[in-house]
Protein backbone atom coordinates (compact mmCIF):
# COMPACT_ATOMS: atom_id res chain seq x y z
CA UNK A 1 0.00 0.00 0.00
CA UNK A 2 1.23 3.28 -0.90
CA UNK A 3 2.34 5.68 1.90
CA UNK A 4 -0.05 8.51 2.75
CA UNK A 5 1.20 11.41 4.56
CA UNK A 6 -0.53 13.61 6.67
CA UNK A 7 2.29 16.15 7.64
CA UNK A 8 3.66 19.33 8.90
CA UNK A 9 6.21 21.19 6.77
CA UNK A 10 8.28 24.49 7.94
CA UNK A 11 11.04 26.39 5.96
CA UNK A 12 12.71 29.34 6.94
CA UNK A 13 15.44 31.91 4.87
CA UNK A 14 17.57 33.83 5.01
CA UNK A 15 17.91 33.47 8.41
CA UNK A 16 20.81 33.01 11.16
CA UNK A 17 20.22 30.41 13.54
CA UNK A 18 17.60 28.94 10.93
CA UNK A 19 17.60 25.15 12.59
CA UNK A 20 16.32 26.31 15.80
CA UNK A 21 13.67 28.22 14.12
CA UNK A 22 12.90 25.06 12.34
CA UNK A 23 12.79 23.05 15.09
CA UNK A 24 10.64 25.96 17.12
CA UNK A 25 8.40 25.90 13.59
CA UNK A 26 8.25 21.53 13.82
CA UNK A 27 7.56 21.84 17.54
CA UNK A 28 4.21 24.14 16.58
CA UNK A 29 3.32 21.11 13.87
CA UNK A 30 4.05 18.18 15.37
CA UNK A 31 -0.06 17.66 15.48
CA UNK A 32 0.39 17.18 12.14
CA UNK A 33 2.88 13.93 12.95
CA UNK A 34 4.15 12.17 15.29
CA UNK A 35 6.06 9.09 13.45
CA UNK A 36 9.01 11.44 12.49
CA UNK A 37 11.00 14.69 12.19
CA UNK A 38 13.22 15.97 10.33
CA UNK A 39 15.17 19.32 9.22
CA UNK A 40 17.80 19.79 6.50
CA UNK A 41 19.64 22.86 6.76
CA UNK A 42 22.36 24.98 4.38
CA UNK A 43 25.49 25.55 6.26
CA UNK A 44 29.25 26.90 4.52
CA UNK A 45 29.91 23.26 3.69
CA UNK A 46 26.87 22.46 1.72
CA UNK A 47 23.13 20.94 3.19
CA UNK A 48 23.01 19.22 6.27
CA UNK A 49 20.33 16.86 7.38
CA UNK A 50 18.94 14.70 10.79
CA UNK A 51 16.07 13.22 10.69
CA UNK A 52 14.47 9.99 12.88
CA UNK A 53 11.49 8.36 13.86
CA UNK A 54 9.80 9.91 17.13
CA UNK A 55 8.58 13.29 18.53
CA UNK A 56 10.68 16.52 17.48
CA UNK A 57 11.74 16.60 20.93
CA UNK A 58 13.19 12.77 20.52
CA UNK A 59 15.00 13.29 17.35
CA UNK A 60 16.95 16.29 18.28
CA UNK A 61 19.12 16.80 20.81
CA UNK A 62 21.53 19.82 21.50
CA UNK A 63 24.18 18.07 20.11
CA UNK A 64 22.01 17.06 16.53
CA UNK A 65 20.71 20.80 16.84
CA UNK A 66 24.78 22.04 16.51
CA UNK A 67 25.48 20.21 13.79
CA UNK A 68 22.80 21.62 11.89
CA UNK A 69 23.75 24.95 12.36
CA UNK A 70 23.10 27.00 9.10
CA UNK A 71 21.18 30.44 7.68
CA UNK A 72 18.30 28.28 5.57
CA UNK A 73 16.27 25.08 6.19
CA UNK A 74 13.51 23.05 6.24
CA UNK A 75 11.68 20.60 8.23
CA UNK A 76 8.98 18.04 8.68
CA UNK A 77 6.80 15.84 10.71
CA UNK A 78 5.55 12.90 9.33
CA UNK A 79 2.60 11.02 10.09
CA UNK A 80 2.13 7.79 7.95
CA UNK A 81 -0.90 5.26 7.84
CA UNK A 82 -0.16 1.47 8.78
CA UNK A 83 2.98 -0.11 7.62
CA UNK A 84 4.50 3.42 6.68
CA UNK A 85 6.01 4.16 10.20
CA UNK A 86 10.06 3.09 8.70
CA UNK A 87 12.84 4.86 9.53
CA UNK A 88 13.53 5.32 5.36
CA UNK A 89 10.42 7.63 5.06
CA UNK A 90 11.80 10.30 7.12
CA UNK A 91 11.64 13.87 5.62
CA UNK A 92 13.47 15.29 3.90
CA UNK A 93 15.22 13.54 1.59
CA UNK A 94 18.03 14.91 0.68
CA UNK A 95 19.65 14.18 -2.93
CA UNK A 96 23.50 15.04 -4.12
CA UNK A 97 22.12 15.10 -8.26
CA UNK A 98 22.67 17.12 -11.24
CA UNK A 99 21.82 20.52 -9.54
CA UNK A 100 23.84 19.93 -6.56
CA UNK A 101 22.44 18.95 -3.06
CA UNK A 102 18.59 19.50 -2.99
CA UNK A 103 16.22 18.62 -0.07
CA UNK A 104 12.47 18.01 -0.18
CA UNK A 105 9.96 17.73 2.07
CA UNK A 106 5.99 16.92 1.32
CA UNK A 107 2.82 16.95 2.73
CA UNK A 108 0.04 15.16 0.67
CA UNK A 109 -0.03 12.29 -1.17
CA UNK A 110 0.49 11.68 -5.19
CA UNK A 111 -2.14 9.67 -6.95
CA UNK A 112 0.15 8.43 -9.73
CA UNK A 113 3.44 8.09 -8.35
CA UNK A 114 3.32 4.09 -8.62
CA UNK A 115 3.52 4.59 -12.18
CA UNK A 116 5.86 7.29 -12.13
CA UNK A 117 7.93 4.91 -9.64
CA UNK A 118 7.87 1.85 -12.04
CA UNK A 119 8.48 4.31 -14.74
CA UNK A 120 11.58 5.49 -13.00
CA UNK A 121 13.06 1.98 -12.09
CA UNK A 122 12.49 0.84 -15.99
CA UNK A 123 14.95 3.57 -16.74
CA UNK A 124 17.08 2.65 -13.98
CA UNK A 125 16.04 4.52 -10.68
CA UNK A 126 16.96 3.45 -7.73
CA UNK A 127 15.22 4.50 -4.32
CA UNK A 128 16.04 4.63 -1.14
CA UNK A 129 12.25 4.09 0.80
CA UNK A 130 8.61 3.20 -0.63
CA UNK A 131 7.75 7.48 0.03
CA UNK A 132 6.02 9.05 -2.84
CA UNK A 133 8.25 12.27 -2.27
CA UNK A 134 11.11 10.62 -2.93
CA UNK A 135 9.53 10.23 -6.50
CA UNK A 136 9.04 14.38 -7.11
CA UNK A 137 13.64 14.28 -6.56
CA UNK A 138 13.95 11.51 -9.21
CA UNK A 139 11.77 13.58 -11.34
CA UNK A 140 13.64 16.69 -10.88
CA UNK A 141 17.04 15.32 -11.36
CA UNK A 142 16.14 14.09 -14.18
CA UNK A 143 14.26 16.37 -15.80
CA UNK A 144 15.47 18.16 -19.17
CA UNK A 145 15.41 22.00 -17.71
CA UNK A 146 18.87 23.24 -17.23
CA UNK A 147 18.18 24.96 -14.03
CA UNK A 148 16.74 23.34 -10.90
CA UNK A 149 13.47 25.70 -11.07
CA UNK A 150 12.64 24.55 -14.57
CA UNK A 151 13.03 21.15 -13.42
CA UNK A 152 10.97 21.72 -10.25
CA UNK A 153 8.04 22.84 -13.12
CA UNK A 154 8.80 19.85 -15.18
CA UNK A 155 8.91 17.11 -12.63
CA UNK A 156 5.48 18.81 -11.14
CA UNK A 157 4.07 18.80 -14.54
CA UNK A 158 3.83 14.94 -14.29
CA UNK A 159 2.83 13.95 -10.94
CA UNK A 160 -1.31 14.32 -9.59
CA UNK A 161 -2.66 13.94 -6.32
CA UNK A 162 -1.70 16.75 -3.62
CA UNK A 163 1.28 18.38 -2.30
CA UNK A 164 2.50 21.40 -0.72
CA UNK A 165 6.20 20.90 -0.54
CA UNK A 166 9.25 22.73 -0.04
CA UNK A 167 13.13 22.12 -1.96
CA UNK A 168 15.92 23.09 0.08
CA UNK A 169 19.12 23.36 -2.82
CA UNK A 170 22.74 25.26 -2.51
CA UNK A 171 21.15 28.61 -3.79
CA UNK A 172 17.98 28.90 -2.31
CA UNK A 173 14.46 27.51 -1.14
CA UNK A 174 11.45 26.74 -3.18
CA UNK A 175 7.64 26.79 -2.13
CA UNK A 176 5.50 24.48 -4.41
CA UNK A 177 1.42 23.48 -4.15
CA UNK A 178 -0.48 21.12 -6.61
CA UNK A 179 -2.75 22.56 -8.49
CA UNK A 180 -5.84 22.18 -6.56
CA UNK A 181 -3.91 23.25 -3.24
CA UNK A 182 -5.44 20.45 -1.57
CA UNK A 183 -2.71 20.95 1.18
CA UNK A 184 -1.96 23.98 3.27
CA UNK A 185 0.78 26.36 2.97
CA UNK A 186 1.60 30.15 4.01
CA UNK A 187 4.18 32.73 3.81
CA UNK A 188 5.37 34.54 6.31
CA UNK A 189 8.13 37.29 6.97
CA UNK A 190 10.34 37.62 9.90
CA UNK A 191 12.95 40.47 10.01
CA UNK A 192 14.66 39.54 5.99
CA UNK A 193 13.56 36.66 6.43
CA UNK A 194 10.86 34.24 4.08
CA UNK A 195 9.23 31.96 6.22
CA UNK A 196 6.93 28.48 5.17
CA UNK A 197 4.54 26.61 7.50
CA UNK A 198 1.75 24.39 6.89
CA UNK A 199 -0.17 26.38 9.27
CA UNK A 200 0.48 29.76 10.65
CA UNK A 201 0.23 28.61 14.56
CA UNK A 202 4.14 27.76 13.67
CA UNK A 203 4.71 31.70 12.48
CA UNK A 204 3.48 32.51 16.04
CA UNK A 205 5.63 30.86 17.50
CA UNK A 206 8.97 32.03 15.62
CA UNK A 207 7.46 35.60 15.84
CA UNK A 208 6.78 35.56 11.68
CA UNK A 209 3.82 37.83 10.09
CA UNK A 210 1.56 35.49 7.99
CA UNK A 211 1.86 37.57 5.01
CA UNK A 212 -0.32 35.29 2.02
CA UNK A 213 -1.01 31.27 1.42
CA UNK A 214 1.01 29.91 -1.44
CA UNK A 215 -1.54 30.01 -4.23
CA UNK A 216 -2.77 26.71 -5.29
CA UNK A 217 -0.32 25.70 -8.38
CA UNK A 218 2.27 27.87 -7.50
CA UNK A 219 5.91 27.75 -7.24
CA UNK A 220 7.64 30.59 -5.45
CA UNK A 221 11.27 30.14 -5.13
CA UNK A 222 13.11 32.21 -1.92
CA UNK A 223 16.71 33.08 -2.74
CA UNK A 224 19.07 35.88 -2.74
CA UNK A 225 17.12 38.02 -5.61
CA UNK A 226 14.39 37.87 -3.02
CA UNK A 227 10.49 36.03 -3.65
CA UNK A 228 9.77 35.20 -6.82
CA UNK A 229 6.83 33.53 -8.01
CA UNK A 230 5.34 31.50 -11.37
CA UNK A 231 2.52 29.31 -11.85
CA UNK A 232 3.21 25.55 -12.35
CA UNK A 233 0.39 24.68 -14.39
CA UNK A 234 -2.44 26.86 -15.98
CA UNK A 235 -5.14 28.40 -13.71
CA UNK A 236 -7.97 25.74 -12.14
CA UNK A 237 -10.16 26.68 -9.45
CA UNK A 238 -8.44 25.71 -6.23
CA UNK A 239 -10.14 22.99 -3.90
CA UNK A 240 -8.54 22.82 -0.48
CA UNK A 241 -9.28 20.56 2.15
CA UNK A 242 -12.24 20.87 3.95
CA UNK A 243 -11.02 18.28 6.73
CA UNK A 244 -8.18 20.49 7.54
CA UNK A 245 -10.41 23.08 9.14
CA UNK A 246 -12.84 20.04 10.65
CA UNK A 247 -10.37 18.65 12.25
CA UNK A 248 -6.92 17.90 11.10
CA UNK A 249 -5.52 21.84 11.94
CA UNK A 250 -4.98 23.68 14.97
CA UNK A 251 -7.78 25.76 16.03
CA UNK A 252 -5.29 28.90 16.54
CA UNK A 253 -4.17 28.47 13.00
CA UNK A 254 -5.09 30.35 9.59
CA UNK A 255 -5.23 27.67 7.25
CA UNK A 256 -5.97 28.52 3.61
CA UNK A 257 -6.31 32.15 4.74
CA UNK A 258 -9.46 31.57 7.42
CA UNK A 259 -9.60 30.72 10.75
CA UNK A 260 -9.50 27.47 11.73
CA UNK A 261 -11.14 28.19 15.31
CA UNK A 262 -14.22 30.49 13.69
CA UNK A 263 -15.07 27.75 10.99
CA UNK A 264 -15.55 25.31 13.70
CA UNK A 265 -17.71 27.60 15.77
CA UNK A 266 -19.82 28.68 12.96
CA UNK A 267 -19.71 24.68 12.23
CA UNK A 268 -21.26 24.26 16.09
CA UNK A 269 -24.08 27.47 15.38
CA UNK A 270 -24.92 25.66 12.09
CA UNK A 271 -25.44 22.00 13.88
CA UNK A 272 -27.50 23.72 16.61
CA UNK A 273 -29.90 25.16 14.58
CA UNK A 274 -30.41 21.99 13.00
CA UNK A 275 -30.19 19.23 15.77
CA UNK A 276 -31.17 21.25 18.88
CA UNK A 277 -32.47 18.92 21.22
CA UNK A 278 -33.84 19.30 24.92
CA UNK A 279 -30.50 18.89 27.42
CA UNK A 280 -28.74 20.40 29.94
CA UNK A 281 -25.28 20.60 29.16
CA UNK A 282 -22.73 20.76 25.82
CA UNK A 283 -19.69 19.00 26.08
CA UNK A 284 -16.90 18.77 23.92
CA UNK A 285 -15.02 15.73 23.16
CA UNK A 286 -11.39 17.34 23.50
CA UNK A 287 -9.66 18.65 21.88
CA UNK A 288 -11.12 18.59 18.42
CA UNK A 289 -14.39 19.02 19.39
CA UNK A 290 -14.19 22.12 21.20
CA UNK A 291 -15.03 24.86 19.10
CA UNK A 292 -17.79 23.34 17.38
CA UNK A 293 -19.29 22.71 21.09
CA UNK A 294 -18.89 26.42 22.08
CA UNK A 295 -20.28 26.70 18.74
CA UNK A 296 -23.44 25.03 19.73
CA UNK A 297 -23.80 26.20 23.56
CA UNK A 298 -23.50 29.96 21.99
CA UNK A 299 -26.54 29.28 18.76
CA UNK A 300 -28.52 26.76 21.70
CA UNK A 301 -28.34 28.87 24.79
CA UNK A 302 -27.43 26.10 26.77
CA UNK A 303 -24.32 25.64 29.31
CA UNK A 304 -20.99 24.76 27.94
CA UNK A 305 -18.17 22.45 30.36
CA UNK A 306 -15.47 20.43 29.97
CA UNK A 307 -17.48 17.19 31.38
CA UNK A 308 -14.71 15.47 29.58
CA UNK A 309 -11.09 16.00 30.80
CA UNK A 310 -7.95 15.10 28.47
CA UNK A 311 -4.79 13.73 29.59
CA UNK A 312 -2.41 16.00 27.33
CA UNK A 313 0.97 13.79 27.62
CA UNK A 314 -1.26 11.15 25.23
CA UNK A 315 -0.64 11.53 21.32
CA UNK A 316 -3.84 11.61 19.25
CA UNK A 317 -5.79 7.97 19.89
CA UNK A 318 -6.18 7.94 16.09
CA UNK A 319 -2.34 9.01 15.27
CA UNK A 320 -1.32 5.88 16.49
CA UNK A 321 -1.51 3.10 13.80
CA UNK A 322 -2.10 -0.11 15.67
CA UNK A 323 -5.74 -1.12 16.52
CA UNK A 324 -4.33 -2.35 20.04
CA UNK A 325 -2.46 1.23 21.19
CA UNK A 326 -5.77 3.01 19.52
CA UNK A 327 -8.34 1.53 21.54
CA UNK A 328 -6.24 1.03 25.17
CA UNK A 329 -5.83 5.14 23.84
CA UNK A 330 -9.23 5.97 24.94
CA UNK A 331 -9.78 5.53 28.15
CA UNK A 332 -5.97 6.64 28.81
CA UNK A 333 -6.55 9.82 27.30
CA UNK A 334 -10.27 10.77 28.41
CA UNK A 335 -11.59 11.02 31.90
CA UNK A 336 -15.09 12.19 32.76
CA UNK A 337 -15.93 14.86 35.36
CA UNK A 338 -18.76 12.62 37.24
CA UNK A 339 -19.79 15.83 39.04
CA UNK A 340 -20.54 18.02 35.86
CA UNK A 341 -22.37 15.24 34.15
CA UNK A 342 -24.06 12.86 36.43
CA UNK A 343 -28.03 12.98 36.00
CA UNK A 344 -27.25 15.65 32.99
CA UNK A 345 -28.63 15.43 29.77
CA UNK A 346 -25.39 16.12 27.34
CA UNK A 347 -24.76 16.65 24.11
CA UNK A 348 -21.91 15.32 23.25
CA UNK A 349 -19.90 17.45 20.18
CA UNK A 350 -16.98 15.62 18.12
CA UNK A 351 -15.88 16.61 14.52
CA UNK A 352 -16.61 13.17 12.97
CA UNK A 353 -16.83 9.49 13.39
CA UNK A 354 -14.62 7.24 11.46
CA UNK A 355 -14.94 3.48 12.60
CA UNK A 356 -17.35 4.83 15.29
CA UNK A 357 -15.25 2.52 17.95
CA UNK A 358 -14.00 5.62 19.76
CA UNK A 359 -17.29 7.39 19.79
CA UNK A 360 -18.83 4.27 21.05
CA UNK A 361 -16.60 4.04 23.67
CA UNK A 362 -16.49 8.16 24.63
CA UNK A 363 -20.28 7.71 24.87
CA UNK A 364 -20.01 4.64 27.26
CA UNK A 365 -17.71 6.53 29.29
CA UNK A 366 -20.01 9.75 29.90
CA UNK A 367 -23.10 7.02 30.65
CA UNK A 368 -21.24 5.18 33.25
CA UNK A 369 -20.33 8.76 34.76
CA UNK A 370 -23.85 9.22 35.30
CA UNK A 371 -25.12 11.19 32.10
CA UNK A 372 -29.19 10.51 31.68
CA UNK A 373 -29.24 11.30 27.88
CA UNK A 374 -26.48 11.32 25.77
CA UNK A 375 -27.01 13.08 22.31
CA UNK A 376 -24.19 12.88 20.06
CA UNK A 377 -23.33 16.20 17.85
CA UNK A 378 -21.17 16.04 14.83
CA UNK A 379 -19.52 19.09 13.41
CA UNK A 380 -19.15 17.64 9.81
CA UNK A 381 -21.42 15.67 7.16
CA UNK A 382 -21.10 11.18 7.58
CA UNK A 383 -17.90 10.07 6.47
CA UNK A 384 -18.55 7.81 3.57
CA UNK A 385 -15.27 8.33 1.72
CA UNK A 386 -11.41 7.81 1.87
CA UNK A 387 -9.23 10.19 0.80
CA UNK A 388 -6.47 9.88 -1.32
CA UNK A 389 -5.39 13.25 -1.07
CA UNK A 390 -3.39 13.00 2.31
CA UNK A 391 -5.87 12.43 5.44
CA UNK A 392 -5.43 9.43 6.82
CA UNK A 393 -9.15 7.33 6.43
CA UNK A 394 -9.06 3.96 6.87
CA UNK A 395 -11.10 2.04 3.65
CA UNK A 396 -14.58 2.41 3.03
CA UNK A 397 -15.48 -0.95 4.50
CA UNK A 398 -13.93 0.58 7.50
CA UNK A 399 -16.00 3.44 7.67
CA UNK A 400 -18.76 3.12 9.66
CA UNK A 401 -20.81 5.73 7.46
CA UNK A 402 -20.46 3.96 4.00
CA UNK A 403 -22.30 0.90 5.81
CA UNK A 404 -24.60 1.97 8.38
CA UNK A 405 -27.38 4.77 8.35
CA UNK A 406 -27.23 7.80 10.80
CA UNK A 407 -29.93 5.60 12.61
CA UNK A 408 -27.92 2.53 13.34
CA UNK A 409 -24.70 4.48 14.14
CA UNK A 410 -26.81 6.03 16.52
CA UNK A 411 -27.45 2.49 18.02
CA UNK A 412 -23.88 1.42 17.28
CA UNK A 413 -22.40 4.06 19.30
CA UNK A 414 -25.31 3.67 21.84
CA UNK A 415 -26.25 7.46 21.93
CA UNK A 416 -29.73 8.64 22.53
CA UNK A 417 -29.81 10.53 19.34
CA UNK A 418 -27.54 11.45 16.61
CA UNK A 419 -27.01 14.76 14.29
CA UNK A 420 -24.63 15.49 11.66
CA UNK A 421 -23.51 18.69 10.16
CA UNK A 422 -25.54 18.83 6.91
CA UNK A 423 -23.28 19.05 3.91
CA UNK A 424 -25.02 22.70 2.57
CA UNK A 425 -24.33 23.82 5.95
CA UNK A 426 -20.46 23.19 6.25
CA UNK A 427 -20.01 24.38 2.86
CA UNK A 428 -21.54 27.84 4.39
CA UNK A 429 -19.33 27.15 7.55
CA UNK A 430 -16.33 27.35 5.95
CA UNK A 431 -16.67 28.76 2.52
CA UNK A 432 -15.97 32.39 1.48
CA UNK A 433 -18.67 33.96 -0.50
CA UNK A 434 -16.19 36.79 -1.07
CA UNK A 435 -13.78 35.04 -2.96
CA UNK A 436 -15.99 32.25 -4.50
CA UNK A 437 -13.25 29.28 -3.44
CA UNK A 438 -14.64 25.74 -3.27
CA UNK A 439 -13.20 22.75 -1.43
CA UNK A 440 -13.02 19.27 -1.79
CA UNK A 441 -15.70 17.02 0.25
CA UNK A 442 -14.42 13.83 -1.48
CA UNK A 443 -14.24 12.53 2.16
CA UNK A 444 -18.49 12.94 2.52
CA UNK A 445 -19.39 13.09 -1.26
CA UNK A 446 -17.23 10.68 -2.89
CA UNK A 447 -16.95 13.10 -5.65
CA UNK A 448 -13.07 13.00 -6.11
CA UNK A 449 -11.43 16.22 -7.86
CA UNK A 450 -8.38 14.30 -9.18
CA UNK A 451 -8.58 10.53 -10.32
CA UNK A 452 -7.64 8.24 -7.33
CA UNK A 453 -6.24 5.83 -9.79
CA UNK A 454 -4.68 3.05 -8.56
CA UNK A 455 -5.01 3.94 -5.23
CA UNK A 456 -8.47 3.24 -5.13
CA UNK A 457 -7.69 -0.61 -6.12
CA UNK A 458 -5.14 -1.06 -3.23
CA UNK A 459 -7.23 0.67 -0.56
CA UNK A 460 -10.06 -1.90 -1.99
CA UNK A 461 -12.76 0.75 -1.69
CA UNK A 462 -14.54 2.43 -4.51
CA UNK A 463 -17.13 5.20 -4.21
P1 LIG B 1 -14.12 6.75 15.84
O1 LIG B 1 -15.28 6.90 16.78
O2 LIG B 1 -13.31 5.53 16.17
O3 LIG B 1 -14.57 6.80 14.45
O4 LIG B 1 -13.12 7.96 16.08
C1 LIG B 1 -13.58 9.27 15.96
C2 LIG B 1 -12.47 10.21 16.41
O5 LIG B 1 -11.37 10.14 15.50
C3 LIG B 1 -12.93 11.66 16.45
O6 LIG B 1 -12.67 12.14 17.74
C4 LIG B 1 -12.07 12.36 15.43
O7 LIG B 1 -11.64 13.59 15.95
C5 LIG B 1 -10.90 11.45 15.20
N1 LIG B 1 -10.43 11.49 13.79
C6 LIG B 1 -11.12 11.68 12.67
N2 LIG B 1 -10.36 11.60 11.57
C7 LIG B 1 -9.11 11.37 11.99
C8 LIG B 1 -7.85 11.22 11.33
N3 LIG B 1 -7.74 11.25 10.01
N4 LIG B 1 -6.76 11.02 12.09
C9 LIG B 1 -6.87 10.96 13.42
N5 LIG B 1 -8.03 11.09 14.09
C10 LIG B 1 -9.15 11.29 13.41
Known amino acids: MPFRDECGVFGIIPQA ?17 QEAAGICSRGPEGLTLHKGQGYVADVFTQEVLDRLEGDAAIGHTR ?35 EALRQRLIEAGHTFTSPSDSEVILALV ?36 RDPLGFRPLAIGRMGEAWVFA ?15 EVEAGEIVVADAAGLRSRQSRGQVQALPCVFEHVYFSRPDSLVFGRSVMATRRAMGRFLARRHGVPADLVVPVPDSGVHAALGYAEESGLPFDFGLIRNHYVGRTF ?5 SIRSFGVKVKLNPARELLRDKRVVLVDDSIVRGTTSKKIVQMVRAAGAREVHMRISSPPTTHSCFYGIDTPTREQLIAARQSVAEIARFIEADTLGYLALEDLEQAVEDPL ?29
Not at 17 to 33: I, K, S
Not at 149 to 164: N, P, T
Open 17 to 33: EAHRHTYLGLYALQHRG
Open 435 to 463: HGRGFCYACFTGVYPVDPGGLRASASCGP
Open 198 to 212: SETCAFDLVGAEYLR
Open 141 to 176: NRAEAADLEGAVVEALSQVEGAYSLLILFEKGLIAA
Open 79 to 113: YSTTGGNVASAAHPFLIHGRFGQVALCHNGNLTNS
Open 319 to 323: IEPKQ
